[in-house]
């Protein structure tokens, strides 16, 4: 327990700096008790008008609200920058690090005992959470969840996977723009996030494998009456916190990582995640190496039967008894000794699935394992990720020449063109799309299969980018390569006709030329040459995707200071 509330540096103060802090609150009419030995809440909130997963968050707010005040707090709701991830161009994951550095300082600065993260946006959560763990405060994380599905002519459509599916047949001249059209209106009928094991479901999915969420809390849908409920009860549990150590430090250890990880793999979910993982486990000091992660996914077989691995949707995950039950069938996977934001370890918060349709046994998994694996060799030194579960599998095991595209805007010119000399078997690179080039990342790494093979029928192929992809997206695609082509990767010397073989099981990606060759080739790399203001920022300090792309001067280092914030540290109120 502590011994003295964060907040009362602020508040407990006698003198002019306490006179000031208190008046200040005063302002919003609240007394002077409301701050006297009363655990302060703050509650990040992430809502905006420009991103439909988050638009209900001003009423889980007021719940979260509720819950602090039942629980004997004072609800402090304030703003943070919000990423959406369908109108931020050229990719919101170019602001993820800024979001959780507007996430950190506004903890620190602030008089907050504890938080309450609110995130939904496929790249809120984890910028939530980088921010909350290099804080250090109290911190528990509340998502969401996903909206209602679409349905559209008698089905039930996720507003991912299936919205790939259209989009092909409309290029093969299969669907028509009118039925294109009509999707559009039936696409998305409610607040909330992707509907399938897109990244805001994968990552909200890992707040709670990794213990930062109440257990249950990251599949109820947006709609649903449970939200608000579980956004209370965050609130309550947000005011225990407050007056106990533990930190997000002490919670996101090696083993909830591990854990993660896990999850992870039996989610069939996103390959964003990796990215997330590894930046939340860097400001902690927690290295995830390539090694780790695959000997995890190597084990754990894909038991969640949700798309893009699977048949169902995010919200059949939760009505079989959500990430709770899908913990319990791996729990001989797991370390269920770590301890939750409960304050109890994962093994005291594990239920049996209800729905084993959804939530396959162990040993009748929808794969056995394979639903991501890395891959290295002299096309990517530091590694690249597959999301295999979401892959052909005759396709997992290929060798084919490659057709390369220097940049998206290259891409878009000549994919369609009926003179590009491709085949099914070919494989198509993109590069200039990494976290330097773009700068960002964008999800770019699905390549559209080329029109005339969709005419003939061909619906995969192996594809290679330096970029990512949407978690919802499937298909044989390779991404991640690190480093990227802008920053001196083996992507940059490709050029058409080279052979490239790709080896799952050996989980390798070769490019077959002969080390004198590739030494006399010029490198074919692309950067805009100038930024300004917080893209130059990015570009200098931005990581490769094998380190989270996260900013070098945030990660933690072994020596690095714990600073909490606060008066004590920063001498009178306004700077006197």
């Known amino acids: 327990m502590r011994t003295q509330l964060r907040s009362q540096q602020w508040f407990a103060d006698e003198g002019v700096g306490g ?26 909130n992430c809502w905006s008008e420009l991103v439909s997963c988050n638009l209900h968050f001003k009423t889980m707010a007021e719940a979260i609200k509720r819950g602090v005040l039942l629980a004997g707090g004072l609800p402090v709701e304030f703003p943070v920058m919000t990423l959406g991830e ?5 990719t919101a994951m170019l602001y993820r690090n800024l979001m959780s550095m507007d996430v950190e300082e506004s903890i620190r600065a602030y008089p907050f005992d504890a938080v309450v993260l609110m995130g ?6 984890p910028a939530l959470l980088m921010g909350a763990a290099s804080a250090g405060v109290p911190a528990i994380m509340v998502t969401g969840g996903p909206s209602q599905p679409a349905r ?15 989009t092909d047949e409309v290029r093969a001249g299969r669907v028509s723009r009118e039925t294109f059209a009509e999707l559009e209106e039936a696409a998305t009928p409610t607040v909330g996030h992707c509907t399938e094991m897109g990244t805001a479901s994968t990552m909200a999915a890992l707040s709670e494998a990794l213990g930062m969420a109440l257990p249950g809390q990251s599949t109820i849908p947006a709609t649903h009456a449970a939200r608000q409920r579980v956004s209370e009860d965050t609130g309550v549990r947000a005011v225990a916190l407050a007056r106990e150590t533990l930190t997000p430090g ?7 990582f591990e854990n993660a990880l896990t999850v992870l793999a039996a989610l069939g979910g996103s390959t964003n995640a990796v990215l997330h993982l590894v930046a939340i486990a860097g400001r902690l000091g927690i290295d995830l190496s390539g090694k780790t992660m695959d000997t995890v996914f190597s084990r754990t077989p894909v038991i969640s039967n949700v798309r893009p691995a699977g048949e169902h949707l995010f919200e059949d995950l939760h009505y079989a008894g959500g990430i709770p039950a899908l913990m319990h069938t791996l729990a001989p996977l797991l370390d269920t000794s770590v301890v939750t934001v409960t304050g109890q370890p994962v093994k005291n918060q594990l239920t049996e699935p209800t729905n084993t349709a959804v939530i396959r046994p162990l040993a009748d998994p929808v794969k056995p394992t394979g639903g991501l694996a890395t891959l290295s060799g002299n096309l990517a030194p530091q590694g690249a990720l597959i999301k295999a579960g979401a892959a052909s599998p005759e396709l997992l095991e290929h060798r084919g020449r490659a057709v390369v595209f220097d940049g998206m805007a290259d891409m878009l010119d000549r994919i369609d063109d009926e003179n590009l000399d491709v085949d099914a078997d070919s494989v198509l690179i993109l590069r200039n799309a990494g976290p330097k080039a773009v700068p960002g990342m964008p999800e770019w790494g699905q390549l559209p299969i080329p029109q005339k093979l969709l005419r003939a029928g061909v619906t ?22 690190a480093p990227e082509a802008a920053d001196g ?4 010397l490709v050029r058409d006709g080279d052979w490239i073989e790709l080896s799952t099981e050996n989980r390798s990606i070769v490019l077959d030329v002969p080390e004198d060759e590739l030494a006399t080739r010029t490198p074919i790399s692309r950067m805009t040459p100038q930024h300004r ?39 009178w109120a306004g700077g006197w």
């Open 489 to 492: 990767g083996p992507l940059a």
């Open 152 to 166: 559209f002519r008698g089905e039930r459509l996720g507003n991912g996977t299936d919205l790939w599916k259209y």
């Open 460 to 481: 995969d192929m192996v594809r290679i980018s330096d970029a990512r992809m949407s978690g919802t997206a499937f298909g044989t695609v390779v991404l991640h390569v």
């Open 533 to 571: 203001g917080y893209k130059a920022l990015y570009v200098e300090h931005v990581l490769q995707a094998d380190q989270g792309c996260d900013f070098d001067f945030l990660r933690k280092g072994p020596d690095d200071p714990v600073d909490l914030g606060g008066p004590i540290d920063t001498g």
């Open 19 to 44: 006179f000031i802090h208190r008046a200040s609150m005063r302002a919003e009419g609240l007394g002077r008790a409301s701050m006297s030995g009363r655990p302060i809440i703050g509650i990040c």
């Open 86 to 90: 369908n109108l931020m161009k050229p």
């Open 120 to 125: 939904g946006c496929d790249k809120t959560t």
């Open 250 to 256: 002490d919670i996101m250890t090696t083993g909830a």
